[in-house]
């Protein structure tokens, strides 16, 4: 079974979920719990075999496994199976009158299960923390509740640990491969224990050679905010991807959404680079400014000559754009407010980063993302997630 076959079972289980109208919950963490049990086998060479059916009201799935799953590995599993013997696991779902829809590609059906998720997770937190209020309250029993609170703290700490690790692959996409180019990021949540919010960013190589990065920052916390910054990318690369000019992106993701998402705000940069050329363009709305570091070590901010306006601004759009040449050595920094906002004092964030930018110009790229990140937030008054992008042309 290839990471193809890995693909395919996950969207069996949705088709076979939806065709039963199983609530999304249930079937995100019965897709999660599959996908963990059946990776494993996958990198040894074994094959593992799916097969559903629905008898009475219960859609029944069973997954056989070539090697047995101890009781301590089950338990782990953010859907416990209900039976099976060692190898073959067997969970029973009440069907619904409706029939969830699936999303059309396996990236889209995969955040929408980790947004249902982390909002599941959300709920169990409230729960927990209403329980403790009730423990606190309470002269009688307290000392066996406390341990049954401990052993719900233990299994939500494992769920969020399983959740966030898959979130993190679905919203922290790795850097494209481009001869000549090196990308960096660095991504640091406002809490510690809350890795999504509503800072994200996207980069991809569009069929003419091109690299494109797109940076949202979403107003607001959480999934919501998680949810709108998603929407916001996948707008801007399915438009980029069809082939709409540049300068068109922000305005037209912005009218696109507007009856879809009319809470949505958010500003955006865009970068779009030719690696043979090192033609740079930026386009910006609302959006905090670019550092550009020479080879040399004369470093700038990047003011488009027209302020842009990001998506539920009003008149959004990139109203001009930025060009530079990036010659060999020279870096490129895209950030979120949350590095120049840490003090309270935004002008002063933008000079204190110009000199952490000059002073890390010479470090690998890799590294200066989250070395501007330490050496920025080594004050923190206002807490905010923080982006980081570093991108250089190579000698």
Same mark, same amino acid.
């Given at each position: 079974?290839?990471?193809?076959?890995?693909?395919?079972?996950?969207?069996?289980?949705?088709?076979?979920?939806?065709?039963?109208?199983?609530?999304?919950?249930?079937?995100?963490?019965?897709?999660?719990?599959?996908?963990?049990?059946?990776?494993?086998?996958?990198?040894?060479?074994?094959?593992?075999?799916?097969?559903? #059916?629905?008898? +009475? @009201?219960?859609?029944?799935?069973?997954?056989?496994?070539?090697?047995?799953?101890?009781?301590?590995?089950?338990?782990?599993?953010?859907?416990?199976?209900?039976? !099976?013997?060692?190898?073959?696991?067997?969970? /029973?779902?009440?069907? @619904?009158?409706?029939? $969830? #829809?699936?999303?059309?590609?396996?990236?889209?059906?995969?955040?929408?299960?980790?947004?249902?998720?982390?909002?599941?997770?959300?709920?169990?937190?409230?729960?927990?923390?209403?329980?403790?209020?009730?423990?606190?309250?309470?002269?009688?029993?307290?000392?066996?509740? /406390?341990?049954?609170?401990?052993?719900?703290?233990?299994?939500?700490?494992?769920?969020?640990?399983?959740?966030?690790?898959?979130?993190?692959?679905?919203?922290?996409?790795? $850097?494209?491969?481009?001869?000549?180019?090196?990308?960096?990021?660095?991504?640091? $949540?406002?809490?510690?224990?809350?890795?999504? @919010?509503?800072?994200? /960013?996207?980069?991809?190589?569009?069929?003419?050679?091109?690299?494109?990065?797109?940076?949202?920052?979403?107003?607001?916390? !959480?999934?919501?905010?998680?949810?709108?910054?998603?929407?916001?990318?996948?707008?801007?690369?399915?438009?980029?991807?069809?082939?709409?000019?540049?300068?068109?992106?922000?305005?037209?993701?912005?009218?696109?959404?507007?009856?879809?998402?009319?809470?949505?705000?958010?500003?955006?940069?865009?970068? *779009?680079?030719?690696?043979?050329?090192?033609?740079?363009?930026?386009?910006?709305?609302?959006?905090?400014?670019? =550092?550009?570091?020479?080879?040399?070590?004369?470093?700038?901010?990047?003011?488009?000559?027209?302020?842009?306006?990001? =998506?539920?601004?009003?008149?959004? @759009? #990139?109203?001009?754009?930025?060009?530079?040449?990036?010659?060999?050595?020279?870096?490129?920094?895209?950030?979120?407010?949350?590095?120049?906002?840490?003090?309270?004092?935004?002008?002063? !964030?933008?000079?204190?980063?110009? +000199?952490?930018? *000059?002073?890390?110009?010479?470090?690998?790229?890799?590294?200066?993302p989250g070395s501007l990140a330490t050496q920025m937030l080594d004050v923190v008054?206002?807490?905010?997630?923080?982006?980081?992008?570093?991108?250089?042309?190579?000698?």
């Open positions: 079974m290839t990471n193809a076959e890995i693909i395919l079972l996950r969207r069996r289980l949705r088709e076979a979920c939806a065709a039963s109208g199983v609530e999304i919950d249930r079937r995100a963490r019965l897709v999660l719990a599959a996908t963990l049990l059946a990776e494993p086998v996958v990198e040894t060479g074994g094959t593992p075999a799916l097969s559903t #059916s629905t008898v +009475d @009201g219960t859609l029944a799935v069973t997954l056989v496994l070539p090697t047995p799953v101890d009781q301590r590995r089950r338990n782990e599993l953010p859907l416990l199976p209900d039976t !099976g013997n060692d190898s073959a696991l067997t969970w /029973y779902l009440p069907t @619904g009158d409706g029939a $969830p #829809s699936v999303a059309a590609d396996e990236e889209a059906a995969t955040r929408e299960e980790m947004l249902d998720l982390i909002a599941r997770a959300d709920t169990l937190a409230r729960e927990q923390r209403e329980l403790k209020h009730e423990l606190a309250e309470t002269n009688s029993g307290v000392l066996a509740m /406390y341990v049954e609170l401990e052993e719900r703290d233990e299994r939500l700490r494992q769920a969020h640990a399983v959740i966030f690790r898959e979130l993190e692959d679905a919203l922290r996409p790795r $850097p494209p491969r481009v001869a000549g180019l090196d990308l960096a990021v660095h991504y640091a $949540p406002s809490e510690p224990d809350s890795p999504t @919010g509503g800072d994200l /960013y996207d980069w991809f190589v569009l069929p003419d050679g091109n690299v494109h990065i797109t940076l949202v920052d979403a107003v607001g916390h !959480g999934v919501t905010s998680t949810r709108h910054a998603l929407t916001v990318t996948h707008a801007i690369r399915t438009l980029a991807l069809e082939g709409h000019p540049f300068q068109d992106l922000i305005r037209r993701a912005a009218h696109a959404l507007a009856s879809v998402e009319p809470g949505l705000v958010a500003t955006v940069l865009l970068a *779009r680079l030719d690696p043979a050329t090192g033609d740079l363009t930026l386009a910006n709305g609302s959006h905090p400014r670019p =550092v550009f570091v020479t080879a040399a070590g004369d470093a700038e901010l990047l003011v488009p000559p027209l302020a842009g306006r990001g =998506v539920g601004f009003p008149d959004p @759009g #990139s109203h001009s754009l930025i060009h530079r040449v990036l010659a060999p050595g020279d870096l490129l920094v895209l950030y979120t407010d949350g590095l120049i906002e840490s003090r309270k004092n935004h002008a002063e !964030g933008e000079i204190r980063l110009l +000199d952490a930018a *000059r002073r890390n110009a010479a470090r690998d790229t890799s590294a200066i008054l206002h807490a905010d997630d923080t982006v980081v992008i570093a991108l250089r042309r190579g000698l």
